[in-house]
T-cell receptor, first 114, second 113 residues
Framework: NAGVMQNPRHLVRRRGQEARLRCSPV?????VYWYRQLPEEGLKFMVY????????ESGMPKERFSAEFPKEGPSILRIQQVVRGDSAAYFC????????????FGPGTRLTVT | QKEVEQNSGPLSVPEGAIASLNCTYS??????FFWYRQYSGKSPELIMS????GDKEDGRFTAQLNKASQYVSLLIRDSQPSDSATYLC?????????????FGTGTQLKVEL
């Protein structure tokens, strides 16, 4: 019974490169959420997606960040032209259909920008 | 004022004691409340959810919710060294807030031998 899977677990990028983070939700879960945890800070919501739809992107930075959850395949969080301030742990969570279910987190991707 | 406030700690308790973790929230529209445990370098792990006023017990854990006071707490009975972690309080409002969780910055718990 696999949980949320994220890859890569660790990602090192140089300033200006692109970072692609992948998330496969729990089997049967159709809702995906991305959160970011900066060093010494709490978890911050970024975006909420269902298959082929962005439901709430109120936490996404206006530039350089995008997310998708295609009909087939994992959800992707894409960060273009990374800067040092993007260094953080990025967590994906999933929940079953419906708004009243708990969210379960994946192991996270730790992004380091050098 | 932060949306979700927690004392950062560390909260130190001896093994076998009761650990009491507290959380206050500012949004009266919050309807769902969660406690996550996060070990250093790991991802958050859901340990309790509570939706209505009162107490909810699950094993050694009891969550308490008081919506009038905008207060939620987590009690851990018979604390063990393996309970040493950061405990994150999260709240969610279902109307006008989508399905996102708003987290506090966490309370670090240390259970000492």
């Amino acid at each position: 019974n696999a949980g949320v899977m994220q890859n890569p677990r660790h990602l090192v990028r140089r300033r200006g490169q692109e970072a692609r983070l992948r998330c496969s939700p729990v089997k049967g879960h159709s809702h995906v959420y991305w959160y970011r945890q900066l060093p010494e800070e709490g978890l911050k919501f970024m975006v909420y997606l269902q298959k082929e739809n962005i439901i709430d992107e109120s936490g996404m930075p206006k530039e350089r960040f995008s997310a998708e959850f295609p009909k087939e395949g994992p959800s992707i969080l894409r960060i273009q032209q990374v800067v040092r301030g993007d260094s953080a742990a990025y967590f994906c969570a999933s929940s079953p259909q419906g708004l009243t279910y708990e969210q379960y987190f994946g192991p996270g991707t730790r992004l380091t920008v050098t | 004022q932060k949306e979700v406030e927690q004392n950062s700690g560390p909260l130190s308790v001896p093994e076998g004691a009761i650990a009491s973790l507290n959380c206050t929230y500012s949004d009266r529209g919050s309807q769902s409340f969660f406690w996550y445990r996060q070990y250093s370098g790991k991802s958050p792990e859901l340990i309790m959810s509570i939706y209505s006023n009162g107490d909810k017990e699950d094993g050694r854990f009891t969550a308490q919710l008081n919506k009038a006071s905008q207060y939620v707490s987590l009690l851990i009975r018979d604390s063990q060294p393996s309970d040493s972690a950061t405990y994150l309080c999260a709240v969610r409002r279902l109307t006008g807030g989508g399905n996102k969780l708003t987290f506090g910055t966490g309370t670090q718990l240390k259970v000492e031998l």
